[in-house]
């Protein structure tokens, strides 16, 4: 018994195992990482006191610069699908939440986008990039509460926010099984560095035990020190065969955690494949970039330096005559314009002056030699190029006298050779997006999830709930996640926009060709709407508006349900007849707003004629009116006149017989005397009396006048009276027309019809 006792071997702790594993793994991996260390040593061109004055060509860094953008240009857009592209809103709405859920993540929260460029970067340099997902609820509002002999705790705990992280590893703080492909490998592990705090927050008091360690920065390895910075080196080990999560620290013989499957993920690993730059089916201990062309890369910078060397060389040297030193300060004085003067000319002269007195150091060889480096230095590069498969285009490089024929195979040929590791980083964003999609379905609260896709503002809004009870059900099983390669590179900004353009023709032209169809022939709308359908699902674009459209198409068979009315003969004779009718209508609601403004123009035309001929008429009454004024006025003065000298004419007569009288009397008194005054007296008589008539026969000619301008005077009057009294009948007689009841009435002879007035 004493010997079986003996014999026994001891105990190991599940920290002492894993220990054991990682460091075993780290064996396997010592010349990758010593490899990488010494190429990223290089990218970063960091020298020592002894390389400090080598010229280098740093071609890494600038291989490095070119494929960055090529591979990872710009976040990536999730694309969330059913898997089958059948009518259900259901699952168009669910996938719709989840795709703006992702997006949220990915664009809320920087994380994503951070580790996706350290991922790309560790993959161009060390050749092996790894990110690591977590799930992180924010939790506030604790509260608890002392009495003397327990504490109680109200669980009054509410849900701030929550989130998916994604965590960038560092290529060295990664360890897996050695195997010969990643499905072979049954455990991951990550190494994190926390302090004292962290710890204790996190493990408990068993942290305490751990040895806190160190950085060296200059050796990149952790050492116990007497700094202030101190961190334990712990490591998390997910255990896919026993579906457990261990956590240890070096140093520790105890594990700090173990805990069962805590993401419940579909393959059980919080990471996804690393991104690789070159493996084999033999091993996944990759081989970075570098080493494929590090020995031109050598070359590159052999030439480089002698390039620098034979450049430092290349100056104007020589050597001159020292018993003519004016000589030297031709050169280091460097004065332009400026004659040296020489104290003993003819000796000079006589050694054939400047020619041989001078003699420079020959520069040619130099020169042609600078140039063949020149050319040797494109020619490794473009054998490093042609390693890398980075063409002409890529690097924005090219030649005029290149003909489009030749730029676009280059192009071609060099998106041909990148296409594969585009498709790499595709895969990894793809798998770390369906961990986070995992993630948001299992673990993210329904609130979070609305707020996050924003449903509530879209039509599918009351098939919100439905849609998250599927996702609960099956977070991966109906759907479909993926990134698009070309989504992920910055020579395509475009795509979208395209993608838009060519949905929007290809949606007009299908419904311009159905519509008359369907108009034709409403038993085939069921069928050209499944048609339309099927295209619209087809189109990443087009599943913002696929609800609507399924709407329509709901719309429309509930229309063709409907019972069918007459025939198409039929219908569209009620239609033509229709048409005519209301056609003819408006013609004659037309010609009556025609006739009735014809009738109102008219109407106020005459009235404007009648107030003109009223005026003109009131204008020639008055002038005849003045005139005939002025006319007897004159006359009244003309027989003033008359009757004055009638007047003076009948006292003169009077005078003159008075006179006669007199004489006769006294002639009577006076004795006889035989004369003969008759004919005196009876010629005076005559004249008085021709006197007379004259202006008797005036006054009857100068009244016969006036009654004849008072005849034309009233004659005028009558006139105007006359006509005022024809306007006043022509404006009533239009009046009457205006305001008399219409018809329409058919012509017998042209079938037309008019508008006919009604005279009562």
Known sequence: ???????????????????????????????????????????????????????????????VQVM????????????????????????????????????????????????????????LLPGRGVAWVRYEPHITGEATTKTADTVTEDAREALEYECAPTDYVYWKDFRHEPARTWEEVNWVARRVYMDHDEGTKRFGGIFTLAPLQTEDKDKTEYKTRGDKKKKAEVWEIWDKTKKQVVWIAKGLDRELDVKPDPLELEGFFPCPMPLYSTVTTGSLVPVPDYCEYQDQAEELDSITNRIS?????????????????????????????????????ESFSEKN??????????????????????????????????????????????????????????????????????????????????????????????????????????QDAELAQQAIALLRRGPLKDFRIEVNADTLAQLDESKEREERVEFLKATGSFLEKALPVIQAQPEAGPLLGEMLMFGIRGYHVGRSI?????????????????????????????????????????RQQFEMQKFAQEQTMERERMHGDWALEREKDERNIMAERDKHAMQLQHDRDTMGMQMQNQSQMETTKTEANKEIEGKRIEASAKPAVSIDGKDAIDNVANELRGMAQMQGA??????QAQGEQMEKVMGAIADGLGAMAQAMEKFNATAQLMTAPREIVVDPRTGRKRVQTVMQ
């Not at 990482?33 to 190429?39: D, P, W």
């Not at 953008?69 to 669910?94: E, I, Q, W």
Request: glycine share 6%; aromatic share 6%; charged share 30%.
């Open 68 to 123: 960055k953008p090529a591979l990872y240009g710009r976040m990536p857009k999730p694309s969330v699908t059913r898997r089958f592209l059948d009518s259900d809103p259901v699952g168009r709405t669910a996938s719709m939440m989840l795709e703006r859920s992702l997006e949220f993540e990915s664009e809320q929260y920087p994380d994503f986008n951070r580790t996706m460029k350290g991922v790309v970067e560790d993959r």
């Open 546 to 586: 696929e609800a609507t459209f399924e709407r329509a198409m709901s719309q429309m068979g509930q229309a063709l349900q409907q019972p069918k009315g007459p025939p198409p003969e039929v219908q569209a004779e009620q239609v033509r007849v229709e048409a005519q009718a209301q056609s003819e209508q408006t």
């Open 353 to 458: 002056g400047l020619k041989g007195s001078v003699q420079f150091l020959p520069l040619k060889e130099v020169i042609e030699a600078l140039v063949q480096l020149y050319n040797a230095r494109e020619s490794a590069k473009q054998v490093i190029y042609e390693t890398m498969g980075i063409s002409d285009i890529l690097r924005g490089a090219t030649q005029a006298s290149e003909t489009l024929g030749a730029q676009k195979l280059k192009a071609e040929f060099g998106s041909m050779r990148m296409r594969q590791s585009q498709e790499d980083v595709a895969r990894f964003a793809t798998d770390l997006l369906r961990m986070k999609a995992h993630i948001i379905c299992t673990f993210f609260s329904d609130d979070t999830i609305l707020k996050m896709s924003g449903v509530d503002l879209t």
């Open 698 to 703: 005036g006054m009857m000619q100068m009244m």
């Open 1 to 63: 018994m004493a010997r079986k006792e003996k014999s026994r071997e001891p105990e190991i702790s599940l920290g002492q195992q894993w220990l054991g594993e990682i460091e075993s793994a780290g064996k396997d991996f010592e010349r990758w990482e010593e490899t990488s260390q010494r190429i990223v040593r290089r990218y970063r061109d960091d020298r020592d006191a002894v390389n400090s004055r080598v010229r280098r060509f740093n071609i890494l860094w600038s291989n």
């Open 309 to 345: 060397k034979l450049t430092r060389a290349c100056k104007v040297v020589g050597v001159y005559d020292a018993s003519v030193p004016a000589l030297k300060r031709m050169l280091e004085e460097g004065v332009d314009n400026t004659m040296v003067p020489v104290t003993e000319w």
